[in-house]
């Protein structure tokens, strides 16, 4: 998070500074591309980059604090994502020579990123085993730092649903946890 | 004294509580049943990885192009509207919505009269000039066509109804002669069918109005005023006779009309209803009332072409309340 600078740091991203502008993606990109690899792990880079150009694309007409800020990217996120699927399921297939090296299979960049940091992914796989809504809203409430009415907006669902959600999520990932016998 | 351990709780080792910590990021105090999902939750948090950080030159770029597009667009916004591109900046600012507002509705809005619009776009999105086709204009185009072919289907009305009434012809053919008087003619024929329909109209206009009426400027029957004046005169005095119910006076009648021949330089045949319909027009509103044959043929020689509607005055004249041996109210 940035924090007590977020204010400042947007105005000048406003005003034109790529120095303030790469404070703020560099605070919270990271934590996007965590949530995009959970939601989608197909795309989540190709989505990433779709997402920050919005972002800028809407930057001068921003306002809100940094809450708002995470808000309306992860908000922006998950539209592209939405947009992502729709989009695949009207072109299901594609050649295999036209897939580039960023859209490969996440098994083989996985395996270079666990290298680099095997915390992180390992937990990212764990919550992909998660039902879908529940990683979801686990992966809003904890990396985005979104609050449950916030994330409810978002899904479209009231915030006991999301609430309840996210318990149970947290309650299957103990179980996997628990039972894997697996340690951090 | 119980000689063994109290029963362990078999209840959940964890509460609600709990998670909603976990969630708000409180580790402090987790129990040791979420042990291991508050570490994989504080690993989801860790610091990010070069990966993660790699696009960041891709991501200054974008900015830096729509940076320069934007300052581009708002300049050229400026210019036009004489404001200055921080202006133009807060009032794209205002807009709360995600999608980049036509350049139209942000000169608008920096202008402080427009509604806030929705936010985001491609770069230059707000300089780009408006594609859609102006609804206003469109409907302008569609207003004219449907003007156009109301007036057309009026001017035909017009003329239909102008064929259909009675007396129509009398007026057209009293206009067309009009400018022509000495060169304006008009065959018996003609006149005959006209007189029946003069006949029915029976017109009475005053003696006053008779008096007083000066001849149209729009026609000009003599070269000279004072030859208007005089044919004026002597057509509404010869059209006096079949204007109001007095018995006709066939020899006045006769002699106003050899005169009214005599201004028209004698052409044979003499159409006097052509050649006096422009100044005695006003006495007879649905049409000029037919002239006896035998007027008409007081200058065409021996009686030809005036066919049944000839009566010699000598033979005592046309039968009181008739003409052309048609009945007539006067």
């Not at chain 1, 020579?97 to 095997?118: C, G, K, T, W, Y």
Request: hydrophobic letters at 40%; a neutral charge; aromatic letters at 6%.
């Amino acid at each position: 998070m940035v924090g007590e600078e977020f204010a400042a740091q947007l105005a000048a991203a406003q005003g034109g500074s790529e120095d303030a502008f790469a404070v703020l993606w560099r605070d919270a990109n990271p934590a996007l591309v965590r949530y995009l690899r959970v939601v989608a792990p197909e795309h989540a880079e190709d989505i990433a980059a779709e997402t920050w150009v919005q972002v800028v694309r809407g930057l001068p007409r921003f306002s809100g604090d940094e809450s708002a800020w995470r808000a309306w990217l992860f908000t922006t996120a998950r539209r592209r994502l939405l947009d992502q699927v729709r989009l695949r399921k009207r072109h299901p297939a594609e050649p295999l020579d036209e897939i580039s090296v960023a859209e490969e299979p996440r098994a083989a960049a996985a395996e270079q990123i666990a290298m680099d940091n095997l915390g992180t992914e390992w937990a990212m796989e764990l919550l992909s085993r998660l039902p879908e809504q529940q990683a979801e809203v686990i992966m809003l409430r904890v990396l985005a730092g979104l609050d449950t009415e916030v994330v409810a907006d978002m899904l479209g669902r009231s915030p006991g649903a999301v609430r309840v959600a996210a318990h149970r999520g947290l309650r299957k990932l103990a179980t996997l946890l628990s039972g894997a016998g697996v340690t951090l | 004294m119980p000689d063994s351990f109290p029963p362990p709780t078999w209840g959940p080792p964890f509460d609600e509580r709990n998670l909603d910590a976990l969630l708000s990021g409180h580790l402090a105090d987790t129990p040791q049943a979420l042990r291991q999902v508050a570490d994989a939750l504080a690993a989801l948090r860790a610091a990010p990885t070069p990966a993660e950080l790699a696009g960041e030159a891709a991501a200054r770029a974008e900015f830096r192009a729509l940076a320069d597009s934007l300052a581009l667009g708002l300049d050229e916004a400026a210019r036009t509207d004489g404001h200055p591109y921080a202006e133009v900046l807060s009032a794209l600012a205002l807009d709360g919505t995600g999608r980049p507002p036509a350049r139209h509705r942000i000169i608008r809005r920096a202008r402080g009269t427009g509604p806030g619009g929705p936010p985001g776009g491609p770069p230059g999105g707000p300089t780009r000039p408006h594609r859609g086709r102006p609804r206003g204009r469109r409907l302008g185009r569609k207003g004219g066509v449907m003007m156009a072919a109301a007036s057309g289907a009026l001017v035909v009305a017009v003329i239909a109804l102008a064929a259909t009434m009675p007396g129509s012809a009398h007026r057209s053919g009293g206009s067309s002669a009009a400018g022509a008087p000495s060169s304006g003619h008009q065959s018996g024929g003609g006149t005959g069918s006209q007189n029946v329909q003069a006949g029915s109209a029976s017109p009475e206009p005053s003696n006053q109005a008779t008096a007083t009426h000066a001849a149209p400027h729009t026609v000009s029957p003599s070269p000279t005023s004072s030859a208007q004046s005089e044919a004026n005169k002597l057509c509404r005095d010869f059209y006096a006779y079949f204007s109001h119910p007095r018995p006709h006076d066939w020899p006045a009648e006769e002699t106003l009309f050899k005169q009214i021949a005599g201004l028209a330089g004698d052409p044979s045949p003499f159409d006097v209803n052509s050649y006096c319909g422009p100044y005695v027009r006003d006495m007879f509103p649905h049409g000029l009332p037919p002239i006896p044959g035998f007027l008409q043929g007081l200058l065409s020689g021996p009686q030809t072409g005036a066919g049944n509607d000839r009566q010699a005055p000598n033979s005592g004249g046309p039968v009181p309340g008739t003409m052309n041996g048609i009945p007539v109210n006067n």
